[in-house]
């Protein structure tokens, strides 16, 4: 059984930067494509983008385009999303999400689920 945990967020002002780790407690991630998704309150949960188990394929909403990027670290069985030029609206809970299908994970449906961890981008 995989289990996924997020960390990395917290306070930071517009137009700063965070880097979210998903990391797995049991299991690998080797295996795995990963998607971001992200959920600010009143809000249905977003997907953000996803990569393939090799990095090989990378995807983005567009409205992060350019600002985010997820990465790979089969080492540290880690999947980055560094955030750069953050904006209030990116203010949300970021969750980490697996499947062993990169086309469930491309459209935002995955089996394992993480706990989330909490992005504030406020001056």
């Known amino acids: 059984q995989l289990q996924l945990v997020e960390s990395g967020g917290g306070l930071v002002q517009p137009g700063g930067s965070l880097r979210l780790s998903c990391t797995a407690s049991?299991?690998?991630?080797?295996?795995?494509?990963i998607a971001w998704f992200r959920q600010s309150p009143g809000q249905e949960r977003e997907w953000i983008g996803c990569?393939?188990?090799?990095?090989?394929?990378?995807y983005y909403r567009d409205s992060v385009k350019g600002r985010f990027t997820i990465s790979r670290d089969n080492a540290k069985n880690t999947v980055d999303l560094q955030m750069n030029s953050l904006k209030p609206e990116d203010t949300a809970v970021y969750y980490c999400?697996?499947?062993?299908?990169?086309?469930?994970?491309?459209?935002?449906?995955?089996?394992?689920w993480g706990q989330g961890t909490q992005v504030t981008v406020s001056s």
């Open positions: 999400g697996a499947d062993r299908y990169l086309t469930q994970v491309q459209a935002g449906r995955v089996a394992y």
């Open positions: 990569s393939s188990v090799n990095d090989r394929l990378v």
């Open positions: 049991s299991g690998t991630l080797d295996f795995y494509p």
